[in-house]
């Protein structure tokens, strides 16, 4: 049973690393991706670039996205693997409403969007929600992945020492 403790707490500091490092990742990309998802939909609108005021307005957003969505982040990465209802993508994936407050406020029209997407992500009127960390950012890839693949190694040393 001690190789199995040990395992798993070495595990569990391996895990603790990697979601670290998606914390960071993912505070360092939310907020411009917050920007360039303003920046396309508004290109998309008026096949312009987005105004001084629209950018600001869009960079104030990003860094509020990272504040609160990273700190949400930080909350569940923290947490027991146990006590985890739910991913860091699907933490992510509710920076949306930061971007879609700036593109109302400047009154770009909601985009058409299929039925799943209405169901899934009712607060998404422009079709922003990333369906993988890397549509928010290539950076995000790695880390997420990696840390996905430690959290299923902690639950399966977990279970194997509980036999």
Excluded: C
């Amino acid at each position: 049973m001690g190789d199995v403790g040990e395992a798993a707490g070495a595990a569990e500091q391996l895990l603790a690393a990697y979601a670290e490092a998606l914390i960071d990742a993912a505070d360092a990309a939310l907020g411009p991706w917050v920007e360039r998802s303003v920046a396309r939909r508004w290109a998309d609108w008026t096949g312009s670039e987005p105004g001084p005021a629209l950018r600001d307005a869009s960079v104030e957003a990003g860094r509020e996205a990272a504040t609160v969505v990273v700190g949400r982040l930080r909350e569940l990465l923290e947490a027991d693997v146990d006590a985890q209802r739910t991913g860091p993508l699907a933490v992510l994936r509710r920076a949306v409403v930061y971007p879609t407050a700036v593109l109302r406020a400047a009154g770009v029209p909601p985009v058409v969007r299929d039925e799943f997407a209405v169901r899934n992500f009712p607060d998404d009127d422009y079709d922003l929600s990333p369906a993988t960390f890397a549509d928010i950012d290539e950076s995000l890839h790695e880390p997420g992945l990696v840390w996905g693949a430690a959290k299923a190694h902690v639950v399966l040393t977990r279970r194997r020492g509980r036999r």
